[in-house]
């Protein structure tokens, strides 16, 4: 049964998960980290949060493998937990800073990396702060929608949204995000 | 640049336009360079979103979720919970329908019905006191 994983399918996987094989549940674990990844850091941030919220969306994973009856893809079950989880821990972040630090984003400005490097869009480094200073709404539909992929119709089925709220919220988020990478672009020229 | 193209170009990229806003901003692309730049800032800021997508976690990742599962089963809440909740659900299951069966079967609902409880009679009393005796 655990013999060879990697050539298993995931609904077999899935079986043998749920009968106890920790070998199973590494090789999903395998599979989806990419996935888990790409939701937590581009929500989070390359950070140590982003790491635990990556290992608890795997633990809530491991705990619901029972009840996981595959309506959804495992792609979709995992990016849910993990941008449920991700909210959050930014939630979490917001009221830290709210107590312990000032909510003047504009603030760290001199503390960016410089965008005068022609484009502001290849540097990966500004892309992610500016990311960090979108709210977590608009975070949100733009990780799945535009750094996972997803398409609008699947990114509000994740976020139990109405379609015309993630269309509205992704034309806001990326004039956010194109006004503060601009303003970016102009404070280090 | 008219912020109605704006918004136009902007839902482009994730919804279906009419027939009439499609060829209102297929010909406004082509006669406004403007909106021409504004579309390609918006795609390469797309397209810089779509490639900054970080597919890893730190190494390791893997065997510290597993570690830290192996731990939570070794923890006495979670064996409380997998081991002791299916048995008392049972038990409670099992409960409901014995109280079901002597709920059928007395005439009269009290607690002592319920539970299969049977006050003992005069005779009765009377009867295993003469056996004792």
New interface residues.
Partial sequence: MDQNPIQRTDDELLDDARDGS?HA??EL??RY??KV??TV??MLG?CEE??DV??ET??RF?DALKKFRGDSSIGTYLTRIAINLALNELRRRKRRNFFFTSTDNDRDIPELPSASST?Q??N?EL??KALNRLDGKFRAV?TL?????YS?EETAAILHLPLGTV?SR??RA??K??AI?TSFKEGSS | MNSLW??LL??SF??TLTPTEQQQLDHALLESHDIQMARK??L???????S???????PG??G???R??AA?QQSAVYRFETVFRPIAVAALLLVALICTYNAARANTLTVDSLLGIQKPTLEQTLGLEATLE
Avoid: C, P
């Fill in positions: 920790t549940f590494a674990m395998r980290q990419g990844a790409a850091v581009g390359n982003a790491n990556g290992q795997f633990i491991y484009d869009y290849e990966k892309l992610d733009i929608r535009l750094i996972e992929g609008t269309l992704l034309k990326q004039e995000l194109h990478l | 704006y918004d902007l839902r994730d919804s800032e918006i390469r800021m797309r397209n810089a979103l779509s900054s997508a970080e597919l890893s976690f730190t990742f893997a510290q979720v597993m830290r599962i939570r």
